[in-house]
């Protein structure tokens, strides 16, 4: 399945695309795609649900706003610098291990609205990632059976404000919170339609311009290594969010560096996950 949601910002609603194409609002279902929903066996019920309501669901007109694809979760779990050439360009080392960093959750937005420049931002930078949305509770997950834990993937947006996350002191996650710095969607790929997420093409373009062109295969530390880490650290909890690092092309690693202006239009996408678009504005 593809789980979307939509509407306005205060009226969000859990939407389904079906294999026609087709986007059905399933509201009438009676749950929205929260921690609840994926904890409660939501899918299978969603699925079963379906069988008989699917004729009665209204449909959604594709020009409706699409939200985030899950509901806020209890936490956004980064990997930085898991891409080799990434790390190059930054003049980073390669990491021996992941390295992670949170995200606010305050940042989650759908994946065609603005990208607003927060206030006194001069750096604020594109990264098009590869999400991970965990199905249920994970403490202490093997390798071999973190598979088992994922409830599917989704197109991410990592965006960033250099300045704040590299140059103020204190840990990365002052440059990666701000308001809508986090655009999820446009929907949540089951992990069944997804055969080898080590293996998806990934892309970013910037006013029409190709930045980011990489592989998910070109990942340092790959799905299921992820899965695990994390969870030796964190208890991870059915919605929750794993963004799993960029490729090279971000603005920090051109030469010379360049950052987004209001008015740039930032378009990107995953093989099979759908694409998003944003047109960056100042914050007001």
């Not at 969000?12 to 929903?37: I, K």
């Not at 750096?123 to 599917?152: M, N």
């Not at 190709?210 to 208890?235: A, C, E, G, H, R």
Request: aromatic fraction near 10%; charge should be negative; hydrophobic fraction near 35%.
């Amino acid at each position: 399945m593809k789980l979307f949601r939509f509407g306005s910002p205060d009226n969000e609603r859990p939407g389904v695309m079906l294999p026609s194409g087709a986007s059905l609002d399933v509201s009438a279902f009676g749950q929205d795609y929260d921690e609840d929903f994926f904890t409660n066996n939501g899918l299978e019920k969603l699925a079963e649900w379906l069988k008989t309501n699917e004729s009665s669901c209204p449909s959604v007109a594709g020009n409706v706003r699409r939200a985030s694809c899950i509901k806020r979760p209890s936490k956004i779990v980064c990997v930085g610098l898991n891409y080799a050439k990434h790390a190059a360009e930054t003049n980073a080392a390669v990491p021996t291990e992941p390295i992670l960093f949170f995200k606010s959750t305050t940042a989650l937005v759908g994946p065609d609205d603005n990208v607003v420049i927060p206030k006194k931002s001069e750096k604020t930078d594109w990264e098009v990632e590869l999400a991970i949305i965990i199905g249920k509770k994970a403490t202490y997950v093997s390798k071999e059976e973190a598979f088992d834990y994922i409830a599917g993937y989704a197109v991410h947006n990592d965006y960033s404000e250099r300045a704040f996350q590299l140059e103020r002191g204190g840990q990365w996650v002052k440059g990666k919170s701000a308001d809508t710095f986090a655009p999820l969607g446009p929907f949540m790929v089951t992990k069944d339609e997804v055969p080898n997420p080590n293996k998806l093409g990934l892309w970013l373009r910037l006013n029409g311009e190709s930045l980011q062109d990489s592989n998910t295969d070109d990942m340092i530390f790959d799905v299921p290594t992820l899965v695990s880490y994390i969870s030796q650290f964190m208890t991870l909890l059915p919605g929750d969010v794993i963004s799993t690092g960029t490729p090279s092309g971000v603005g920090m690693g051109l030469k010379p560096q360049r950052f987004l202006q209001p008015g740039d239009v930032v378009e990107l996408g995953i093989e099979g996950l759908g694409t998003q678009k944003q047109t960056a504005v100042s914050y007001s």
